[in-house]
């Protein structure tokens, strides 16, 4: 069942006992701006879902002669609070229509990407098709520097962009419903000075919806090991160590208790 905005706002009187809504601190603009700055600011820091990887894709070219580009200021339609090392780069038109792309490798270590490319010396790199990448603060460094235009597609986890103050917005999955609404309420009782005893109990009915949150997957995880086959005995099972022969399974399955 679709749940919106609304929902989470009446929820979280209900937690804050703030029904009040001539009050200017518990009106629905106060409460619609903690829920914004909970799931645009906290939440894609407190949880990793997997509805929210995605991929960031962006172009380089080379009118940007030093290779560098700050990070979620490159033109993408998301916002992404981190990335993995899975990326990968490709003409933006290629020739004829043809199917060209590479794997992009991150680098981390500056001491080790700097190691290869060397510093200060754009001026004498020759522009060329990028095959590695330095992420390090919010900094991407292309090496070598582009050439012409490429397409570049990085995986990551995408911050959860805030609710238009329009209408009364949809939540993104229904089963986010009290997660936000006692998100936002825990930062309303915490920044309003709430008694510890009101806070506790904030605070628990939260864990609580966070641990059922992330309990949810969209993949089937084998819970079982598979049978463990040994090899001690095998030998023995099979041939005579002097005359390598083999011997009768029966007698080996009984003496040694491996199967045969």
């Known amino acids: 069942m679709a749940q919106f905005v609304s929902d989470c706002i009446r929820i979280m009187r209900l937690a804050l006992s703030r029904r009040n809504e001539n009050d200017p601190d518990q009106n629905d603009p106060t409460l619609f701006r903690y829920l914004n700055d909970f ?30 580009y700050t990070f979620n200021e490159v033109g993408a339609s998301s916002q992404f609070t981190n990335i993995s090392q899975e990326a990968f780069i490709s003409l933006l038109d290629p ?40 992420y390090y603060g919010d900094q991407m460094v292309f090496r070598t520097i582009p050439n012409t235009a490429y397409l570049v597609q990085i995986y990551g986890y995408k911050i959860v962009p805030t609710f238009s103050d329009e209408g ?14 006692y998100g936002a309420a825990r930062d309303y009782a915490s920044d309003y000075r709430f008694d510890q005893q009101s806070l506790a109990r904030i605070e628990r009915t939260f864990q609580r919806q966070r641990r059922l949150l992330l309990t949810r997957t969209h993949n ?13 005995g095998q030998l023995d099972c099979w041939s005579d160590k002097k005359t390598r022969r083999p ?14």
């Open 95 to 134: 020739p004829d229509n043809s199917i060209s792309w590479n794997q992009l490798w991150i680098f981390q270590d500056p001491a080790e990407f700097y190691g290869q490319w060397g510093i200060n010396n754009t001026e004498v790199l020759i522009p060329g098709y990028p095959t590695e990448m330095l």
């Open 168 to 181: 009364d917005p949809q939540l993104p999955y229904d089963y986010w419903l009290r997660y936000l609404a």
């Open 39 to 68: 799931i645009n600011l906290t939440m894609s820091d407190d949880v990793k879902l997997f509805e929210q990887f995605g991929t960031l894709t962006f172009t380089i070219d080379e009118s940007n002669t030093t290779g560098v």
């Open 247 to 260: 011997k009768e399974r029966v007698g080996c399955q009984e003496r040694k208790g491996y199967p045969c």
């Open 220 to 232: 089937q995880i084998k819970q079982q090991r598979s049978l463990p086959r040994f090899k001690h």
